[in-house]
Structure formats: C-alpha cells, structure tokens
C-alpha cells in the first residue's frame, strides 16, 4: 500500500502567507523610494520571512529542526504585524489593505502553532 505523505502546498499556513507575500509584494513595489526602502524592504522580507521558514522546516528531517524553523515564521509573523500598524500609521496603505493584511496575519499564529502540536505529535525523531 502506497502512504500518502503531505506536501508542503497542503499545510495552510504555507498556503496563506505564500498569498500574503505576494500581496504585500505588489503593494509595497508601487510606494516611492523612500517608504519602499525603508518600511516596504523590511515588511517584505519579514512577510517573506513566514513562508520561507515554514517551507524549511518541512524540509528538515529532525523535529526540533522543523519546529524551530516553524518558531521563526511564528516571530516574523509578529514583526509584520507591526510593520502592517506602521504602514498604516505612515498613510502608506489604507484601511481596508491593512484590515486584510491584519485579518490574514491574525489566523497564522494558531495555524502555526497547529502544526508544530501536529509535528510533535507525529514525528517521532
């Protein structure tokens, strides 16, 4: 019998700040210089951030391994919480962007934390 293994396009998370990326990307590449290398580089790499390490994780063998990597897109969750808040404050976006930024960034901490219990419940090294 075949196993079905998941794949890294399955895990939600993955899925959702993969979006979010791209969505910021677009945004953040039409500021003016100032804002883009300055808040927008940042908040981009953050966003970036999420996915990426989420994408590593998956790919490491160990759990600690993979759960430590899924740590670092928890954090960098958080710090695009608050370059979403400055974007905002600085009028570089308007209310509904940063209402979806914020409504999107604000369901990825429990989807995260849901796959580190799944990773540590499954895996057994």
């Known amino acids: 019998m075949e196993k079905n293994y998941l794949q890294l396009n399955q895990i939600t998370a993955y899925t959702k700040s993969f979006h979010l990326s791209n969505l910021v990307w677009d945004m953040v ?10 808040i927008g580089q940042q908040f981009v790499d953050a966003v970036d951030s999420i996915s990426a390490n989420i994408a590593e994780g ?3 063998y160990h759990k600690k391994d993979k759960v430590k990597f899924y740590y670092y897109s928890f954090g960098s969750v958080k710090e695009c919480l608050d370059w979403n808040e400055k974007a905002k404050v600085r009028k570089l976006i308007n209310e509904e962007t940063y209402s979806k930024i914020f409504a999107t960034l604000e369901t990825l901490p429990k989807e995260i934390h849901q796959l580190i219990k799944f990773t540590n419940e499954r895996l057994k090294i």
């Open 58 to 60: 998956f790919g490491r």
């Open 29 to 38: 590449s039409n500021w003016d210089n100032f804002a883009k290398y300055t």
